[in-house]
């Protein structure tokens, strides 16, 4: 009996979990998202702009988005408080908020006070099927939240060709490569200074979606599959990476 391995979806659980776990090999297998919704959905020119009309959003606006549980932890009222002076800075930038959770009216009035609410939208819970349009209709997906294990919103935008702006953290090394497909920043200002940069480069912009989408293709459910049928079977033979075979455990 007993346990041969154990399986973290980021280096930040692997290290977690090796702390408490010293003796016990531990190999780093991401999640997966179901990439038939994500990438092979599809949107005519004319469901987009609905999709934005039904936001509030101008053809010509640029968006920034958060997709997630609207909570104390996910830092989202940090997130508006560092992006507020890009918002007041280009009155055509939406920060766009996706999610239900109980800091939804806390955050909806730290926008008044910073007199941005014009500019922030929070959409409350939105199904899961739909929210594929809104990634879409976005320029870049940007998080300030550091309690995350792996992020599968991150990676759902990625796969909808989104760059990636947030906090140094273990959970997203993998994901965002630095000044590849976003930026990974030391500090909340960090973030609205990249987001700033990204959204007035237009040919960068270009490169980093085309990057994130690249890099998405490593975080599908069935690369998250292919990747566990090869760990049980390099476990069951105790070989690759000096992991103990099941008898040995």
Wanted: include cysteine.
């Amino acid at each position: 009996g007993g346990c041969a391995a154990l399986v973290a979806p980021s280096v930040k659980s692997a290290k977690y979990f090796g702390h408490l776990l010293p003796h016990m090999p531990i190999e780093i297998i991401p999640n997966g998202v179901n990439s038939e919704s994500f990438m092979k959905r599809t949107y005519s020119g004319p469901e987009l702009a609905e999709i934005r009309d039904g936001l509030g959003i101008s053809p010509q606006d640029k968006v920034i988005l958060f997709v997630g549980r609207i909570g104390r932890e996910k830092r989202v009222v940090t997130l508006l408080e560092s992006i507020a002076s890009l918002l007041r800075q280009r009155r055509d930038t939406r920060l766009v908020f996706v999610g239900d959770g109980r800091e939804l009216n806390g955050l909806r009035g730290r926008g008044q006070s910073l007199s941005v609410e014009n500019q922030v939208i929070c959409t409350g819970y939105v199904d899961w099927e739909f929210i594929s349009g809104i990634y879409r209709v976005s320029d870049l997906f940007v998080t300030a939240s550091m309690s995350e294990v792996h992020s599968m919103t991150m990676i759902e935008a990625m796969m909808c060709s989104l760059p990636v702006i947030a906090r140094k953290d273990d959970s997203f090394l993998g994901s965002v490569q630095d000044g590849v497909n976003g930026y990974l920043v030391e500090s909340d200002e960090g973030l609205c200074e990249k987001a700033t940069e990204l959204l007035a480069d237009e040919e960068k912009l270009a490169q980093f979606r085309q990057a994130s989408w690249r890099i998405a293709g490593e975080f599908t459910g069935q690369r998250h599959a292919d990747r566990m049928v090869e760990f049980y079977q390099r476990i069951l033979k105790g070989i690759g990476t000096g992991l103990p075979s099941a008898g040995e455990a």
